[in-house]
Protein backbone atom coordinates (compact mmCIF):
# COMPACT_ATOMS: atom_id res chain seq x y z
CA UNK A 1 0.00 0.00 0.00
CA UNK A 2 1.08 3.38 -0.46
CA UNK A 3 0.37 5.59 2.68
CA UNK A 4 0.42 9.24 3.03
CA UNK A 5 1.70 10.50 5.95
CA UNK A 6 0.60 14.14 7.24
CA UNK A 7 2.86 15.53 9.84
CA UNK A 8 5.41 12.86 9.57
CA UNK A 9 8.28 14.86 10.69
CA UNK A 10 6.18 15.30 14.44
CA UNK A 11 6.64 13.09 17.35
CA UNK A 12 4.06 10.65 16.97
CA UNK A 13 4.02 10.68 13.17
CA UNK A 14 7.73 9.53 12.75
CA UNK A 15 7.45 6.85 14.73
CA UNK A 16 4.66 6.06 12.64
CA UNK A 17 6.68 6.35 9.46
CA UNK A 18 9.08 4.24 11.17
CA UNK A 19 7.11 1.17 11.74
CA UNK A 20 5.29 1.56 8.16
CA UNK A 21 8.66 1.50 6.08
CA UNK A 22 9.63 -1.44 8.70
CA UNK A 23 6.76 -3.35 7.79
CA UNK A 24 7.79 -2.87 3.77
CA UNK A 25 4.68 -0.34 3.28
CA UNK A 26 5.16 2.80 0.81
CA UNK A 27 5.47 5.80 2.57
CA UNK A 28 5.11 9.61 1.28
CA UNK A 29 5.37 12.29 4.00
CA UNK A 30 3.65 15.70 3.83
CA UNK A 31 4.90 18.19 6.64
CA UNK A 32 5.16 22.01 6.40
CA UNK A 33 8.06 21.43 9.39
CA UNK A 34 6.31 24.25 11.38
CA UNK A 35 6.16 21.89 14.43
CA UNK A 36 8.10 19.17 12.60
CA UNK A 37 11.83 18.21 12.49
CA UNK A 38 13.46 17.55 8.79
CA UNK A 39 15.75 15.52 10.72
CA UNK A 40 13.03 13.41 11.53
CA UNK A 41 11.97 12.88 7.84
CA UNK A 42 12.70 9.25 7.45
CA UNK A 43 15.16 8.70 4.63
CA UNK A 44 13.06 5.75 2.93
CA UNK A 45 9.77 7.98 2.37
CA UNK A 46 9.44 10.12 -0.36
CA UNK A 47 8.95 13.41 1.51
CA UNK A 48 6.59 17.06 0.49
CA UNK A 49 7.14 20.09 2.26
CA UNK A 50 3.90 21.84 2.34
CA UNK A 51 0.62 22.70 4.45
CA UNK A 52 -2.61 20.96 3.90
CA UNK A 53 -4.51 24.51 4.15
CA UNK A 54 -3.12 24.66 1.08
CA UNK A 55 -4.77 23.22 -1.31
CA UNK A 56 -3.10 23.05 -4.53
CA UNK A 57 -0.15 21.50 -2.47
CA UNK A 58 -2.49 18.41 -1.15
CA UNK A 59 -3.57 18.34 -4.34
CA UNK A 60 -0.39 17.98 -6.36
CA UNK A 61 -0.31 15.52 -3.23
CA UNK A 62 -2.63 13.17 -4.81
CA UNK A 63 -1.91 14.11 -7.89
CA UNK A 64 1.83 12.90 -7.89
CA UNK A 65 1.47 9.74 -5.65
CA UNK A 66 -1.80 7.35 -6.10
CA UNK A 67 -2.61 7.20 -2.57
CA UNK A 68 -4.08 4.17 -0.90
CA UNK A 69 -4.71 5.68 3.03
CA UNK A 70 -3.90 8.77 4.26
CA UNK A 71 -2.39 8.97 8.33
CA UNK A 72 -2.74 12.64 9.41
CA UNK A 73 -1.58 13.88 12.42
CA UNK A 74 -1.02 17.49 10.77
CA UNK A 75 -2.23 19.55 13.78
CA UNK A 76 -1.69 21.80 16.85
CA UNK A 77 -1.36 19.49 20.09
CA UNK A 78 -0.85 22.00 23.01
CA UNK A 79 -3.94 22.14 25.62
CA UNK A 80 -2.60 25.45 26.95
CA UNK A 81 -1.48 27.39 24.02
CA UNK A 82 -4.85 26.21 22.43
CA UNK A 83 -6.96 27.64 25.23
CA UNK A 84 -4.62 31.26 24.71
CA UNK A 85 -5.24 30.93 20.79
CA UNK A 86 -8.12 29.13 20.30
CA UNK A 87 -8.28 30.12 16.40
CA UNK A 88 -5.38 29.53 15.53
CA UNK A 89 -7.02 25.35 16.54
CA UNK A 90 -9.58 26.04 14.36
CA UNK A 91 -7.42 27.02 11.43
CA UNK A 92 -5.05 24.59 11.74
CA UNK A 93 -7.21 21.66 12.65
CA UNK A 94 -10.38 22.34 11.36
CA UNK A 95 -9.80 24.33 8.47
CA UNK A 96 -7.12 22.35 7.46
CA UNK A 97 -9.05 19.00 7.35
CA UNK A 98 -11.62 20.56 5.65
CA UNK A 99 -9.64 21.26 3.18
CA UNK A 100 -7.64 17.73 3.25
CA UNK A 101 -10.80 16.23 3.19
CA UNK A 102 -11.70 18.37 -0.02
CA UNK A 103 -8.85 16.92 -2.19
CA UNK A 104 -9.17 13.59 -0.76
CA UNK A 105 -13.08 13.48 -2.25
CA UNK A 106 -11.88 15.25 -5.34
CA UNK A 107 -9.28 12.41 -5.98
CA UNK A 108 -11.12 9.56 -4.46
CA UNK A 109 -8.83 8.81 -1.27
CA UNK A 110 -11.33 7.05 0.76
CA UNK A 111 -9.30 5.96 4.05
CA UNK A 112 -7.99 7.85 6.53
CA UNK A 113 -6.49 7.62 10.07
CA UNK A 114 -6.14 10.52 12.68
CA UNK A 115 -4.53 11.28 15.84
CA UNK A 116 -7.60 11.86 18.29
CA UNK A 117 -6.82 12.62 21.72
CA UNK A 118 -8.47 11.87 25.22
CA UNK A 119 -9.05 15.17 25.34
CA UNK A 120 -12.38 14.74 23.76
CA UNK A 121 -13.58 13.39 27.04
CA UNK A 122 -13.37 16.34 29.19
CA UNK A 123 -13.64 15.56 32.58
CA UNK A 124 -14.41 11.69 32.77
CA UNK A 125 -17.77 10.35 33.93
CA UNK A 126 -16.03 7.50 35.16
CA UNK A 127 -12.91 5.24 34.92
CA UNK A 128 -11.65 4.23 32.89
CA UNK A 129 -12.79 5.73 30.00
CA UNK A 130 -14.63 4.47 27.18
CA UNK A 131 -15.20 5.59 23.57
CA UNK A 132 -19.36 5.40 24.57
CA UNK A 133 -18.88 7.87 27.25
CA UNK A 134 -19.62 11.86 27.03
CA UNK A 135 -17.45 13.74 25.17
CA UNK A 136 -17.29 17.34 26.81
CA UNK A 137 -13.82 19.01 26.03
CA UNK A 138 -12.18 21.45 28.23
CA UNK A 139 -10.38 23.68 26.14
CA UNK A 140 -9.87 24.24 22.02
CA UNK A 141 -7.66 21.57 21.04
CA UNK A 142 -9.64 18.62 22.75
CA UNK A 143 -12.79 20.50 21.32
CA UNK A 144 -11.16 20.72 17.76
CA UNK A 145 -10.29 17.31 17.95
CA UNK A 146 -13.79 16.37 17.96
CA UNK A 147 -14.87 18.79 15.89
CA UNK A 148 -12.81 16.71 13.60
CA UNK A 149 -14.32 13.19 14.15
CA UNK A 150 -17.61 15.10 13.42
CA UNK A 151 -16.80 16.32 10.33
CA UNK A 152 -15.13 12.63 9.29
CA UNK A 153 -18.38 11.46 9.99
CA UNK A 154 -20.69 13.69 7.81
CA UNK A 155 -17.65 13.46 5.03
CA UNK A 156 -18.14 10.02 5.25
CA UNK A 157 -22.38 9.73 5.09
CA UNK A 158 -21.91 12.20 2.10
CA UNK A 159 -19.01 10.33 0.14
CA UNK A 160 -18.62 7.19 1.73
CA UNK A 161 -15.28 8.01 2.86
CA UNK A 162 -14.27 5.72 5.83
CA UNK A 163 -12.31 7.04 9.10
CA UNK A 164 -10.58 5.70 12.02
CA UNK A 165 -10.11 8.16 15.39
CA UNK A 166 -7.37 6.95 17.90
CA UNK A 167 -8.02 8.77 20.91
CA UNK A 168 -4.61 8.76 22.03
CA UNK A 169 -4.25 9.06 26.72
CA UNK A 170 -0.73 10.34 26.69
CA UNK A 171 1.78 9.47 24.40
CA UNK A 172 5.65 9.41 25.76
CA UNK A 173 8.71 7.30 24.83
CA UNK A 174 11.05 6.75 21.95
CA UNK A 175 12.10 4.61 19.11
CA UNK A 176 14.72 2.23 20.58
CA UNK A 177 17.17 3.32 18.19
CA UNK A 178 17.40 6.59 20.02
CA UNK A 179 17.18 8.49 17.04
CA UNK A 180 14.19 9.53 17.34
CA UNK A 181 12.11 10.97 20.01
CA UNK A 182 10.10 14.10 20.92
CA UNK A 183 11.08 17.65 20.34
CA UNK A 184 8.87 20.37 21.30
CA UNK A 185 9.74 23.79 21.62
CA UNK A 186 8.39 24.79 24.14
CA UNK A 187 8.48 21.50 25.92
CA UNK A 188 5.21 21.34 28.43
CA UNK A 189 4.99 17.36 29.15
CA UNK A 190 6.03 15.73 32.04
CA UNK A 191 8.27 13.33 31.05
CA UNK A 192 10.94 15.30 29.18
CA UNK A 193 10.57 18.41 31.73
CA UNK A 194 11.63 15.10 34.45
CA UNK A 195 14.41 14.38 32.04
CA UNK A 196 15.71 17.88 32.02
CA UNK A 197 17.03 17.60 35.26
CA UNK A 198 19.43 14.81 35.03
CA UNK A 199 20.21 16.80 31.78
CA UNK A 200 21.36 19.44 33.66
CA UNK A 201 19.04 22.01 31.79
CA UNK A 202 16.93 22.98 35.12
CA UNK A 203 17.58 22.43 38.79
CA UNK A 204 14.08 20.60 39.57
CA UNK A 205 10.70 19.10 37.76
CA UNK A 206 6.98 21.12 39.37
CA UNK A 207 4.40 19.19 40.61
CA UNK A 208 1.26 20.61 39.30
CA UNK A 209 -1.15 20.20 42.18
CA UNK A 210 -0.76 17.62 45.29
CA UNK A 211 -4.42 17.89 46.29
CA UNK A 212 -6.10 15.81 44.09
CA UNK A 213 -8.44 12.85 44.93
CA UNK A 214 -6.13 10.56 43.99
CA UNK A 215 -3.60 8.05 45.89
CA UNK A 216 -1.11 10.52 46.90
CA UNK A 217 -3.15 13.50 45.44
CA UNK A 218 -1.24 14.46 42.45
CA UNK A 219 -2.62 13.83 38.69
CA UNK A 220 -2.92 9.91 37.47
CA UNK A 221 -2.49 9.57 33.64
CA UNK A 222 -2.00 6.77 31.26
CA UNK A 223 1.25 6.86 29.75
CA UNK A 224 1.43 4.72 26.35
CA UNK A 225 4.68 3.99 24.47
CA UNK A 226 4.74 5.93 21.26
CA UNK A 227 6.27 2.81 19.61
CA UNK A 228 2.83 1.28 20.39
CA UNK A 229 0.96 4.36 19.30
CA UNK A 230 2.17 3.53 16.17
CA UNK A 231 1.98 -0.05 15.57
CA UNK A 232 -2.23 1.03 16.09
CA UNK A 233 -2.02 3.20 13.31
CA UNK A 234 -0.88 0.77 11.14
CA UNK A 235 -3.49 -2.11 12.23
CA UNK A 236 -6.11 0.39 11.88
CA UNK A 237 -5.14 1.41 7.80
CA UNK A 238 -5.31 -2.64 7.89
CA UNK A 239 -8.86 -2.45 9.25
CA UNK A 240 -9.83 -0.29 6.78
CA UNK A 241 -8.42 -1.47 3.72
CA UNK A 242 -10.18 -4.54 4.86
CA UNK A 243 -13.72 -3.22 4.80
CA UNK A 244 -13.92 -1.96 8.34
CA UNK A 245 -16.13 0.39 9.23
CA UNK A 246 -15.59 3.96 10.29
CA UNK A 247 -14.98 4.02 14.27
CA UNK A 248 -13.44 5.20 17.44
CA UNK A 249 -10.71 4.11 19.59
CA UNK A 250 -9.01 4.99 22.90
CA UNK A 251 -5.15 3.90 22.67
CA UNK A 252 -3.98 3.22 26.14
CA UNK A 253 -2.37 0.80 28.83
CA UNK A 254 -5.66 0.90 31.29
CA UNK A 255 -3.47 1.82 33.67
CA UNK A 256 -2.33 4.64 35.56
CA UNK A 257 0.64 6.57 37.45
CA UNK A 258 0.46 9.80 39.20
CA UNK A 259 2.80 12.75 38.64
CA UNK A 260 5.14 11.50 41.74
CA UNK A 261 5.03 7.87 40.52
CA UNK A 262 6.80 9.15 37.09
CA UNK A 263 9.37 11.06 38.82
CA UNK A 264 10.16 8.29 41.27
CA UNK A 265 10.56 6.03 38.44
CA UNK A 266 12.69 8.21 36.61
CA UNK A 267 14.61 8.98 39.62
CA UNK A 268 15.16 5.18 39.44
CA UNK A 269 16.37 4.99 35.46
CA UNK A 270 18.55 8.10 35.44
CA UNK A 271 20.26 7.41 38.73
CA UNK A 272 19.68 10.99 39.35
CA UNK A 273 17.84 12.55 42.57
CA UNK A 274 15.42 14.92 40.10
CA UNK A 275 14.03 17.58 42.92
CA UNK A 276 10.76 17.99 42.58
CA UNK A 277 8.84 21.02 43.66
CA UNK A 278 4.93 21.25 44.79
CA UNK A 279 3.03 23.90 42.90
CA UNK A 280 0.06 24.74 42.25
CA UNK A 281 -2.27 23.19 40.09
CA UNK A 282 -2.48 23.58 36.37
CA UNK A 283 -6.09 24.87 35.14
CA UNK A 284 -7.83 22.67 33.29
CA UNK A 285 -5.77 19.21 34.40
CA UNK A 286 -8.52 16.32 35.29
CA UNK A 287 -7.75 14.40 38.11
CA UNK A 288 -7.48 10.97 36.56
CA UNK A 289 -7.30 10.14 32.94
CA UNK A 290 -7.25 5.92 32.21
CA UNK A 291 -8.20 4.48 28.91
CA UNK A 292 -10.25 1.33 28.19
CA UNK A 293 -8.56 0.07 24.97
CA UNK A 294 -10.95 -3.32 25.19
CA UNK A 295 -12.00 -2.21 22.03
CA UNK A 296 -9.32 -1.88 20.52
CA UNK A 297 -7.68 -4.54 21.50
CA UNK A 298 -10.36 -6.63 20.55
CA UNK A 299 -11.39 -4.96 17.17
CA UNK A 300 -7.96 -3.93 15.68
CA UNK A 301 -6.03 -6.83 17.46
CA UNK A 302 -3.91 -4.09 19.50
CA UNK A 303 -1.75 -5.11 22.22
CA UNK A 304 0.95 -2.71 23.19
CA UNK A 305 4.30 -4.02 24.12
CA UNK A 306 6.10 -1.59 26.01
CA UNK A 307 3.46 -1.02 28.69
CA UNK A 308 5.81 -0.60 31.72
CA UNK A 309 6.41 2.71 33.09
CA UNK A 310 10.05 1.85 33.49
CA UNK A 311 10.52 1.26 29.48
CA UNK A 312 8.75 4.20 28.50
CA UNK A 313 10.93 6.41 30.41
CA UNK A 314 14.56 4.66 29.84
CA UNK A 315 13.38 4.63 26.10
CA UNK A 316 12.84 8.71 26.59
CA UNK A 317 16.16 8.82 28.43
CA UNK A 318 18.12 7.52 25.54
CA UNK A 319 17.15 9.87 22.96
CA UNK A 320 17.02 12.66 25.58
CA UNK A 321 20.34 12.18 27.01
CA UNK A 322 21.73 12.35 23.42
CA UNK A 323 19.64 14.98 22.12
CA UNK A 324 19.60 17.57 25.14
CA UNK A 325 18.42 20.14 22.25
CA UNK A 326 16.45 17.95 20.51
CA UNK A 327 16.77 17.58 16.45
CA UNK A 328 19.05 20.92 17.13
CA UNK A 329 22.06 18.48 17.67
N1 LIG B 1 2.68 17.94 35.05
C1 LIG B 1 3.40 18.34 36.18
N2 LIG B 1 4.51 19.12 35.99
C2 LIG B 1 4.94 19.50 34.75
C3 LIG B 1 4.21 19.09 33.61
C4 LIG B 1 3.09 18.30 33.79
O1 LIG B 1 3.04 18.02 37.31
O2 LIG B 1 5.95 20.23 34.68
C5 LIG B 1 1.51 17.07 35.23
C6 LIG B 1 0.23 17.60 34.60
O3 LIG B 1 -0.45 18.44 35.52
C7 LIG B 1 -0.53 16.32 34.30
C8 LIG B 1 0.58 15.29 34.03
O4 LIG B 1 1.77 15.85 34.58
O5 LIG B 1 -1.24 15.89 35.42
C9 LIG B 1 0.80 15.04 32.55
O6 LIG B 1 0.92 16.28 31.90
P1 LIG B 1 1.34 16.42 30.38
O7 LIG B 1 1.40 17.88 30.06
O8 LIG B 1 2.57 15.61 30.14
O9 LIG B 1 0.17 15.71 29.58
P2 LIG B 1 -1.44 15.96 29.59
O10 LIG B 1 -1.97 15.02 30.63
O11 LIG B 1 -1.69 17.39 29.88
O12 LIG B 1 -1.82 15.57 28.21
Redo the contacts with the bound molecule.
Keep these: MKILVLGGAGYIGSHTVSELVDAGEEVVIADNLETGHIEAVNPKAKFYEGDIRNREFIDSVFENEKIDAVIHFAANSL?GESMANPLKYYDNNLYGTKVLLESMVAHGVGKIVFSST??TYGEPESIPILETDRTEPTNPYGETKLSMEKMMKWTGVAHGLRYVALRYF?ACGAHKSGEIGEAHNPE????P?ILQVPNGQRES?????TDYDTKDG??V?DYIHVTDLAQAHILAVKYLADGGESNVFNLGNGVGFT?KE?IETARKVTGHPIPAVESPR?GG?PAK?IASSEKARKVLGWNPEHAGLEEIIESAWKWHKTHPHGYAE
Excluded at 188 to 191: A, D, K, N, P, R
Excluded at 205 to 209: A, Q
Design positions: VAANTHLILVSIFGTCRVVRDL
